[in-house]
């Protein structure tokens, strides 16, 4: 990597950074707004999540040829912008007196339909920075910091929420979109190469077939689809659970949710060495093990005096899924033809993305029909059926995921 490009690289992984620690704070504060200021129910507060996520299923598979046919910073930059009044929109209805539960829902699904759209730009666009041998390091640089934020900005929201309000909180995260389009803007632009005059669908299908013909990609894809349903589904549950059946406060909620992001400081931490010395593939199907094996502590949690079961259960949930997400997205970015990659991604996280949604709602559903602890416990149980994809599949025979032959 030259002295321009490692300054282009910093410069990408700032924004990422400002913007994801926003989020964060956020991912506390959006359904503590909703249960403390609008007194929500269990399914409005699920409804709220599966709303944040639901644009993966709705703009997924586009989104790659979106990303494919416009400048890849100026659409960053652009969705960056959209998130940034749509956040700042809720404090400002709330200081009117205006605020609703459909404004948040509204404000929730707008976010996540340019988070779609930017996720997979953003994607794109590291490829063109680093050079291939520098992927997984990269991945891994990106997939730590990102469990740095989840670490520190959900403690941060809890502090937070309690000095100002649930609701003063998303100017945080308004700005820091702000900031992220403004430093993504002092990059090299890297516009993509002309598609040929193809209707949009058959671009799609190709980027679809690619992905389910592909011996690797389609177990991994199916692994990543079924963790993100249960990780959705514990997401919704945990604020709600936390608070109604263990009487947390915003501070110990934002607490607990941040041990996601010690997990996955540590998957982060040693994917890169795990996958060497173990191979890739098999590092997938340990690391889904373990994790799965300790989500079922989660549930055991009923008091404040015994919470530190569902802190060591989500920690190593998140620990797995990072090991996982980092190991077989650097296989995709490797393994995939140029003129195909943001298609794949799209046609990757429109599947496994788009059970995020399904998860959160149906969590929701099921927590009204049998209560909050029997839902959570049928939840963590759900964490041992993705690396039983793995192990049904050609991955289980592989040592490293490049190992087959397409």
């Not at 995260?173 to 702000?178: A, G, H, M, P």
């Not at 909620?253 to 931490?269: F, N, Q, R």
Request: aromatic letters at 6%.
């Amino acid at each position: 990597m030259t002295a321009t490009d490692s300054r282009a690289f910093w410069r990408f992984w700032s924004a990422s950074t400002v913007s994801r620690t926003g989020s964060g704070i956020t991912a506390v504060a959006l359904p503590l707004v909703a249960l403390t200021s609008l007194h929500a129910t269990t399914l409005q507060v699920t409804l709220l999540a599966a709303a944040s996520q639901a644009a993966w299923l709705l703009l997924g598979l586009p989104a790659g040829v979106i990303a494919q046919r416009v400048p890849l910073r100026a659409l960053q930059v652009s969705m960056d912008m959209v998130r940034m009044v749509a956040m700042g929109s809720v404090p400002v209805a709330w200081w009117l007196d205006r605020l609703t539960f459909v404004h948040l829902l509204l404000t929730a699904l707008i976010t996540g339909l340019a988070t779609v759209i930017f996720d997979i730009a953003n994607s794109t666009f590291l490829p063109a920075l680093v050079s291939k041998e520098e992927l997984t390091a990269r991945n891994s640089l990106i997939s730590g910091t990102d469990a740095v934020t989840q670490t520190g900005a959900p403690s941060v929201s809890g502090l937070l929420i309690k000095a100002v309000g649930a609701v003063d909180v998303l100017v945080i995260d308004s700005i820091s979109y702000l900031i992220s389009a403004v430093t993504l803007w002092t990059l090299p632009e890297r516009r993509p190469k002309p598609l040929p005059q193809v209707p949009v669908l058959a671009l799609i299908r190709e980027g679809c077939a690619f992905v389910m013909r592909h011996p690797v990609m389609r177990p991994c894809v199916i692994w990543a689809t079924v963790s993100n349903f249960f990780t959705a589904a514990l997401m919704a549950l945990t604020p709600l659970y936390l608070v109604r059946e263990v009487g947390a406060s915003p501070t110990v909620v934002g607490l607990v949710i941040a041990a996601d992001g010690v997990g996955s400081l540590l998957g982060s931490m040693v994917a890169t060495r795990l996958s060497v010395r173990i191979g890739t593939a098999r590092a997938m199907i340990a690391s889904g093990v373990l994790g799965g094996a300790l989500a079922l502590v989660i549930p055991v949690t009923t008091s404040l005096g015994d919470i530190g079961y569902f802190v060591i259960g989500n920690a190593a949930v998140s620990m797995a899924v990072v090991i996982g997400s980092i190991l077989a997205r650097t296989h995709r970015q490797v393994e995939s033809p140029p003129e195909l990659l943001s298609r794949v991604m799209a046609t990757v996280r429109f599947i496994s993305w788009g059970a995020l949604p399904v998860g959160a709602l149906l969590s929701g559903l099921l927590a009204d029909s049998i209560g909050l602890r029997p839902a959570l416990w049928m939840v963590c149980a759900g964490f041992l059926l993705a690396p039983l994809v793995l192990i049904s599949s050609t991955v289980r025979k592989l040592r490293d995921l490049s190992g087959a032959r397409v």
